[in-house]
């Protein structure tokens, strides 16, 4: 069943993971790479290896394990390999769309690539495809696969007998929006991240060998050190002479605020800043900001724990574990029947009514999207016997979609677009309902806000976008 039917959440951003690590076994770290990063794409799954003469794609619809197994990864040997886990709202369930892409280069080379982000200026990007190359009657544009990956996967191509290495950084510097991109060639790993930085992309080392990955849980995950992050602009290229970098672009900073609020797994850092400690002071902040009395607050699990821990700290309200997450809960190809449809959320969490029952109860939670969770939530916890029910969002109002990787619902889909706080806190059935403030946000993250992208939340794009619809991937 689609994870629509679970969680009202924002679907994450993809995951990307690359390894260049002679003697070791590449699709295996890649495959635990990935494992890590599953959060951030659970719709398809795939990983290209090189022997150094050849480039082979195993991808598939489905989790990373239902993807892989023992043998497909023993199949799959080289000295590179790069690893890519979906979320698109475009060809979701469509097996041309998983990524790696793959696609030839003009000096008679391959290109494997798998990228996590969304262009805006897709129609500058095919009309340049169109100039350079006329009618596409291979690869994956050909297969039907308009993606933003294929598009750029299609102009890696290069013209002549242009090298990758000098093909990519011209490209790289055409695209506008949010990509951070891992590839290879026959030899040669790279990786990429667009001149704003939405995306986290970061480099890591190997004992024979280095590992690019979305976060430093891959890292530690295939017992590879951070090093640092890629830098907005830059592209690095990994081979047996090490590691060279290239700027194809000034960096324009504008680091997804959401990555810090859900996006990212807690154990990441983001810019040095850790991801748990900033929702800890979201938490704090809410607190602050939203004084209340209560018996219990309790988290909505995962993606709402480290706020509501910091919000008990702050109030000093006591910590109730009030939902019991099934972690079995995930993407399966089952069907759910209509019964199963009503009730929604109860598949992935269980109230325990000891911690609730007769209690006025705070509930947090990261985001609201379009208020179906929420619904359930507060449903759920009356049914428990909770006296009454107090809703905390750790991050402002949702009122602007996203067109930098994070599939946020149409302006229309919001609740918080046409709907006051009061209006919302009806829908969802709460005794209250609270929001923290954005500057409560920004300051829990402790960047500048020069430096952050806040779209979702305040309208204000960092670059050009198209109109407020959705083509994306």
Request: charged content about 20%; glycine content about 10%; some cysteine.
């Amino acid at each position: 069943m689609n994870q629509d039917f679970l969680h009202d959440s924002p679907k994450d951003a993809c995951g990307v993971f690359g390894v260049w690590a002679p003697g070791e076994e590449v699709s295996k770290l890649t495959y635990y790479g990935l494992f890590s990063l599953q959060h951030r794409g659970q719709e398809s799954a795939g990983i290209a290896v090189s022997t150094g003469q050849r480039i082979s794609v195993y991808k598939d619809i489905g989790l990373v394990s239902q993807v892989f197994d023992e043998t497909t990864l023993s199949s799959l040997t080289g000295h590179i390999a790069i690893g890519h886990c979906r979320y698109g709202s475009h060809g979701a369930d469509e097996w041309h769309f998983a990524q790696p892409t793959l696609g030839a280069t003009a000096d008679d080379g391959t290109v494997a690539l798998g990228m996590n982000g969304a262009l805006t200026n897709r129609d500058e990007i095919k009309t340049l495809i169109a100039q350079r190359f006329g009618e596409i009657d291979s690869g994956e544009m050909a297969q039907g696969n308009t993606s933003d990956t294929a598009l750029i996967t299609t102009l890696l191509h290069g013209q002549g007998e242009a090298s990758l290495d000098e093909t990519a950084p011209e490209i790289f510097a055409a695209l506008e929006g949010a990509f951070s991109i891992v590839m290879m060639s026959e030899n040669t790993l790279y990786a990429a991240r667009d001149r704003h930085a939405f995306r986290p992309l970061v480099l890591g080392r190997l004992a024979n060998g280095w590992v690019v990955a979305s976060e430093q849980a891959a890292l530690a995950t295939t017992g590879a050190t951070f090093i640092r992050e890629i830098a907005p602009g830059e592209m690095l290229a990994i081979d047996a002479d090490g590691v060279r970098s290239t700027r194809f672009a000034s960096s324009k900073l504008a680091r997804c605020i959401f990555e810090y609020v859900y996006v990212a797994r807690p154990d990441a850092a983001i810019n040095g800043r850790s991801v748990y400690e900033s929702r800890l002071e979201m938490g704090r902040q809410l607190a602050q900001e939203n004084t209340a009395e209560a018996d219990v607050v309790v988290p909505v699990p995962d993606s709402g724990t480290p706020a509501a821990i910091g919000y008990a700290e702050e109030s000093g309200i006591p910590l109730g574990n009030g939902f019991v997450k099934n972690s079995y809960v995930g993407r399966t190809f089952i069907k759910p029947s209509q019964t199963l449809r009503q009730l929604g959320i109860r598949l992935k969490l269980n109230v325990q009514p000891s911690v609730v029952a007769g209690k006025s109860v705070i509930v947090v939670d990261d985001s609201i999207v379009r208020g179906n969770t929420q619904r359930q939530v507060v449903a759920m916890l009356r049914a428990a016997g909770a006296r009454e029910v107090h809703v905390k969002i750790s991050s402002p109002p949702v009122k602007w979609p996203c067109f930098y990787g994070i599939d946020f619902a149409t302006r229309a889909e919001l609740i918080a677009t046409g709907a006051g706080l009061e209006e919302i806190r009806t829908s969802v059935g709460a005794d209250s309902l609270a929001y923290i403030s954005l500057e409560g946000t920004i300051a829990a993250t402790q960047q500048d806000e020069q430096t952050l992208c806040t779209a979702c939340f305040s309208g204000n794009y960092p670059t050009d976008v198209p109109q407020l619809t959705k083509d994306r991937k």
